[in-house]
């Protein structure tokens, strides 16, 4: 079997060859690839390997080192073949939530107005979703830094990033000044995606931090349909001024 981990403390490709080294040591661990720039190790085993073993293999290579199960341990190949619909159906359910809503806002005005709906339900989706993640804002940062690109070199921002959906949704309900909260709404959902797209093509087993760390959702196509919906209607708003 072969699973995934996230290694903290690596620096350089010394810190790799110990951490590395150490790992093989290890009763029953068949391979170890590890790697700097995700940083990683991907183990294949004769069997499921207590993380508490590990842990103390990688305390041998250096006290700075640290290793974590990404999304339970599992390679993509395993995600893959657990992931069902089921995994789905809180993110399914929110949309559901929003686009009920956002309707019947338009029906109850006899009328329906496509910019005022799209604008109530990027409205609803950043609300729900900051929500979300300012529920464990330090788990969501340190989930969001293993996928998104600028929170990976810029940790902070995974930090920061809730309070920008919030205030995108603060905009979107009052209205204000819709040129540049559709601007800043494309750029953050652009830049959200090349971190989604990456990951995806890697097959990197990571967990979505999209819902914080409350709902645990694996990074998948459903991360990547999400971010361009929300791009689209950004651009479509922005066309329609």
């Keep these: 079997m072969t699973h995934t981990y996230n290694i903290t403390g690596m620096t350089c490709n010394n810190c790799v060859a110990k951490v590395r080294s150490e790992l093989l040591k290890t ?12 940083p990683q190790a991907t183990i294949t085993m004769q069997k499921h ?37 089921n995994s789905y159906y809180p993110i399914y359910l929110i949309f559901s939530y929003i686009l009920g809503s956002t309707l019947l806002i338009q029906w109850s005005h006899g ?17 729900i979703f900051s929500f979300f993640k300012l529920l464990n804002l330090k788990g969501f940062a340190e989930g969001y830094s293993m996928y998104d690109i600028v929170a990976a070199k810029v940790p902070s ?7 920008i959906e919030l205030a995108l949704a603060v905009a979107f309900i009052t209205n204000f000044n819709p040129l540049a909260t559709n601007v800043t709404a494309l750029v953050v959902m ?6 989604v797209t990456k990951n995806l093509l890697r097959k990197s087993p990571f967990q979505c931090a999209c819902l914080g760390t409350v709902i645990k959702l694996p990074l998948s196509k459903v991360t990547f349909f999400e971010d361009l919906l929300m791009i689209v209607m950004s651009a479509v708003m922005l066309i329609l001024l």
């Design 111 to 127: 009328h329906f107005d496509l910019m005022q709906w799209m604008r109530h339900f990027m409205a609803g989706f950043f609300l």
């Design 190 to 195: 652009l830049v959200s995606i090349i971190g």
């Design 49 to 85: 390997i207590p993380i508490s073993r590990l842990e103390e293999a990688v305390a041998k290579a250096g006290a700075k080192y640290a290793i974590a199960e990404a999304d339970g341990g599992m390679h993509a190949m395993d995600m893959e073949e657990m992931v069902t619909e």
């Design 27 to 38: 009763p029953e661990v068949l391979e170890a690839d590890v790697k700097l720039d995700a």
């Design 157 to 163: 921002y995974g930090y920061v990033y809730p309070f």
